[in-house]
């Protein structure tokens, strides 16, 4: 029997995540166009990419975003076709989870519907990353509360098989050095644990404040990546088949 050469090895499920999470798990969220999927735009920004898109992926893309629309390219490696605007290049981090104390909380509770508006609130002073007014569907949250306000929460995002992400990890600035998002992050990871997956995230490359309590609780860096978003052309006929202008990553 034939060994594969390493080079040839098959691509890790965490490889491209989004695609991972909706052909798996979280199929049911999955609009589709083509080889292209995403989430609902009150969902995530997350899209997938086949793993070597070509011209007509592009277009599907193109016409299910619409023009001129910013769309999310998260892990993406490749180049943009002419015409494409690139928005936003942010390095990034995946960890995955090697060990960590998971532990429930006693003082967290189940976050639901009636508590996004807090959500959304919260998330916008402390900016963990994108959480919109459907997010919540995901997957589990969970949010400690002080006389009945929301001082911190975490949750669970994306889901390839075998796998959850640990997502929207904040604490208000007046409640930071209390250990809240620690606790949290544990509380999330017991009940993925208990699923028989494995916990993984990710966080800017930049910041280091954030990855060194994530290294301290047990995850190691598995790549590194980059959150990118890209401008839709505003005449769909712009984009071609030879992709230009952005140098791969």
């Given at each position: ?98 060990g960590m104390a998971a532990a429930p909380e006693p003082e967290a509770v189940l976050l639901g519907p009636a508590d996004v508006p807090e959500m959304l609130d919260l998330v916008a002073r402390t900016r ?122």
């Amino acid at each position: 029997m034939s060994v594969p050469h390493p080079r040839e090895a098959a691509p890790h499920v965490l490889d491209n995540v989004a695609r991972a999470s909706l052909t798996g798990p979280h199929a049911h969220f999955a609009e589709r166009r083509g080889r292209i999927l995403r989430y609902p735009v009150d969902v995530s920004p997350w899209l997938a990419l086949p793993d070597a898109p070509n011209a007509d992926d592009w277009a599907d893309l193109a016409a299910l975003a619409g023009p001129g629309a910013e769309i999310g390219l998260a892990g993406y490696r490749g180049e943009l076709p002419d015409g494409w605007e690139l928005t936003m290049n942010i390095a990034g981090v995946q960890l995955v989870d090697e060990g960590m104390a998971a532990a429930p909380e006693p003082e967290a509770v189940l976050l639901g519907p009636a508590d996004v508006p807090e959500m959304l609130d919260l998330v916008a002073r402390t900016r963990p990353g994108p959480f919109l007014p459907r997010t919540i569907e995901l997957g589990t949250y969970l949010g400690i509360r002080r006389d009945g306000r929301l001082i911190a929460m975490a949750g669970e995002r994306l889901h390839p098989p075998g796998w959850t992400e640990i997502s929207a990890v904040c604490t208000d600035a007046a409640h930071r050095g209390e250990g809240l998002a620690t606790r949290l992050i544990r509380a999330v990871a017991h009940g993925i644990r208990e699923r028989g997956e494995t916990p993984f995230l990710h966080t800017g490359a930049e910041n280091s404040t954030a990855i060194r309590l994530y290294e301290s609780l047990g995850f190691r860096l598995r790549r590194r990546t980059a959150f990118l978003a890209a401008r839709v052309p505003e005449q769909l006929g712009q984009s071609s088949a030879e992709p230009a202008g952005v140098p791969a990553l």
